[in-house]
């Protein structure tokens, strides 16, 4: 990245002085751990971090990046695979410090800064038995998911996490601020609901928040063998499904991890993860077929908190690995798609809803599309 004009010693140690956060330089300790992100293979150093504690902060980064023209990522939650919340030689961004949650349980609302995480989000709003839709893993970025859309496990029943959104805060790409909802700023607020990034700087977000404490969740782990019919068999059960039940299919090698049954460790298996917010009569009645499609290895599906539903998969979703991602979105599944992902990668399947058709109330691109595919290839310790 060029510069127009270098950046000096004097002029960090001016935006110091104005900034509350903390700003990093490669010279400064908690560099090297503030430019990692959580995938390993991203190793980008940029020439300054700004660790943000709250919009002033931000406004002020956005002035020094536009002045000293500097390339400028914005760091959330820092799950992005392909690195794009950090930058090789201009500004981070960094809003991880911003963690304010209001929850108001009368308007069944929420208010959150854009340096939340889904953990901290859901221990928030579970706390008054509520929630809205957010990511599958709990250190996974708030403000990065629904920028983006943002699919979990409560997708089918309350859409995407965008289509929850009330209104954001922005930043823009000059420094000013302001608030877009339908009522105000309506095409921004288009764009921020799927439309991925590049629309400013999101400070807070406001979500409408749904009543759930309990869910029938949980994964059910079958031979590779027998994907074919396992996908099959899952392809059928949906067709009449309600909208309560969301579902993955994951094709993968069972990690060596403590959470994973010893004679089950480096299996190739098919787990299909299921979440039932509905009523608890209807959710037994609804997954049974699920756990019986064939010889089943493991069934970890039972009555849990929604919180610890979110939390389930943390333990093999740990930052520090490399991986490589594609993903894309399928108008339908051949039932003999593909039955084996090959021995080093996994692959995810997610039936989405056509619940939430492309009406025009967010960018997200792919609402058409019946399924989410996600191919990944991560290599842990010991496989
Ligand atoms: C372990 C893991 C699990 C995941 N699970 C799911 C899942 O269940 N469902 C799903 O849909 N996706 C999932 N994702 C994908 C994830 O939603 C995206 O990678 C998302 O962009 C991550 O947001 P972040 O804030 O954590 O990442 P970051 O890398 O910090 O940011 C991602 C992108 O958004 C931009 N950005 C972040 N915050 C802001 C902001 N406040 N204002 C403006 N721009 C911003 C960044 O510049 C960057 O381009 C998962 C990813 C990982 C690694």
Redesign the pocket.
């Known amino acids: 990245m060029t510069l127009s004009s270098p950046l000096d010693a004097a002029s960090v140690e001016e935006f110091r002085v104005q900034f509350a956060g903390e700003i990093l330089t490669p010279a400064d300790e908690g560099y090297d751990i503030h430019r990692k992100?959580?995938?390993a293979m991203i190793d980008k150093h940029p020439a300054l971090i700004a660790r943000c504690h709250g919009v002033a902060d931000v406004i002020t980064a956005v002035q020094f990046a536009r002045q000293h023209s500097l390339l400028t990522?914005?760091?959330?939650?820092?799950?992005?695979?392909?690195?794009?919340?950090?930058c090789d030689g201009g500004l981070v961004i960094d809003?991880?410090l911003m963690k304010g949650i209001r929850v108001d349980p009368v308007s069944r609302t929420v208010r959150a800064q854009?340096?939340v995480?889904w953990g901290e989000f859901d221990r928030e709003t579970q706390a008054f038995g509520l929630a809205t839709t957010?990511?599958?893993?709990s250190?996974?970025?708030?403000?990065?998911?629904?920028?983006?859309?943002?699919?979990?496990?409560l997708t089918r029943k309350y859409g995407?996490?965008c289509d929850n959104l009330r209104l954001v805060d922005?930043v823009t790409a000059e420094g000013g601020f302001l608030t877009a909802s339908l009522s105000e700023n309506a095409d921004l607020f288009w764009g921020?609901r799927g439309g991925?990034?590049?629309?400013?700087?999101?400070?807070a977000?406001e979500f409408d928040l749904h009543p759930l404490s309990t869910v029938l969740g949980g994964w059910v782990l079958y031979p590779i063998e027998q994907a074919r019919e396992i996908l099959r068999g899952l392809r059928t059960s949906l067709a009449t499904a309600p909208d309560e039940l969301t579902t993955v299919a994951r094709l993968f090698t069972v990690p060596v991890v403590e959470m994973a049954p010893p004679p089950l460790q480096n299996k190739q298996v098919i787990g299909i993860g299921v979440c039932h917010c509905g009523s608890p009569q209807q959710a037994e009645a609804v997954v049974r077929p699920l756990r019986s499609l064939g010889t089943v290895l493991a069934d970890l599906i039972a009555p849990i908190p929604y919180r610890v539903l979110q939390t389930m998969?943390d333990a093999i979703?740990v930052p520090g690995l490399h991986?490589y991602?594609r993903s894309d979105y399928l108008r339908a599944r051949r039932a003999d798609h593909r039955d084996h992902p090959g021995a080093d990668s996994e692959e995810d399947i997610?039936p989405l809803s056509d619940r939430y058709p492309s009406d025009g109330r967010g960018g997200f691109p792919h609402r058409c599309r019946g399924h989410?595919l996600w191919t990944s290839r991560c290599s842990f310790p010991g496989q």
Request: charged residues 0%; hydrophobic residues 40%.
């Open positions: 992100v959580w995938n990522a914005v760091r959330g939650g820092g799950h992005n695979v392909a690195g794009n919340g950090v809003l991880s854009g340096g995480t957010g990511g599958l893993v250190s996974t970025g708030m403000a990065g998911f629904t920028l983006g859309g943002g699919i979990g496990w995407l996490a922005v921020v991925g990034g590049n629309f400013g700087i999101v400070t977000v998969t979703n991986h991602w997610t989410g």
